[in-house]
């Protein structure tokens, strides 16, 4: 049977009151508790928090890691060595502190270790060509303070004191 507009205004008035009836609807779960969303007034009504390691917050809710940086720019400045080693010598000192803080944290045989001890010739040289001898520092400082993981040491350390030039 064709579905033409006289069967879709026949059908409207059954719609409105399927939708108006389904909020008045409640399931009893095995325990008896009903799944009925919480009513103005009642305490279940309140805002959750949600505890999850990534939550979704949305586009504009992203974290400023720039901010970070300027925050932890003003942190570690003062702490620096000075003068700054070169760039070779603060690259080789942030990956040996990185190095410690794996085998200190995570044991002799952590794959993060043995992955660094793979590549270790790549990364100074990477470093040395990519990295301020500043933010090699600030990354081998924080590494021996467990302030946390390489990756984002070295992302938060090169934001806070980037390459010159760059």
């Keep these: 049977m064709p579905v033409g507009r006289e069967s879709f205004s026949t059908s409207a ?23 009925r969303s919480p009513s103005e007034g009642q305490p279940e009504a309140e805002e959750r928090v949600l505890n999850v390691g990534n939550p979704a917050r949305g586009l504009d809710a992203q974290p400023d ?6 925050s932890l720019r003003k942190d570690v400045l003062p702490r620096l060595p000075d003068p700054l080693p070169d760039a070779a010598t603060a690259c080789a000192q942030m990956l040996e ?11 002799d045989t952590a794959p993060q270790l043995e992955v660094l001890k793979a590549t270790r010739a790549h990364e100074q040289e990477a470093c040395t060509t990519e990295t301020s001898a500043a933010a090699a520092s600030c990354v081998a400082l924080l590494a021996r303070e467990e302030a946390g993981e390489f990756p984002w040491l070295l992302d938060q350390c090169s934001r806070a004191f980037p390459r010159s030039g760059s």
């Design 65 to 70: 890691y720039d901010g970070q940086a300027r």
């Design 13 to 35: 008035p059954m719609l409105a009151l399927t939708l108006a009836l389904v909020p008045a609807c409640t399931c009893t779960c095995g325990d008896d508790s009903a799944t």
């Design 97 to 107: 502190a990185v190095a410690e803080h794996y085998a200190r944290t995570e044991g």
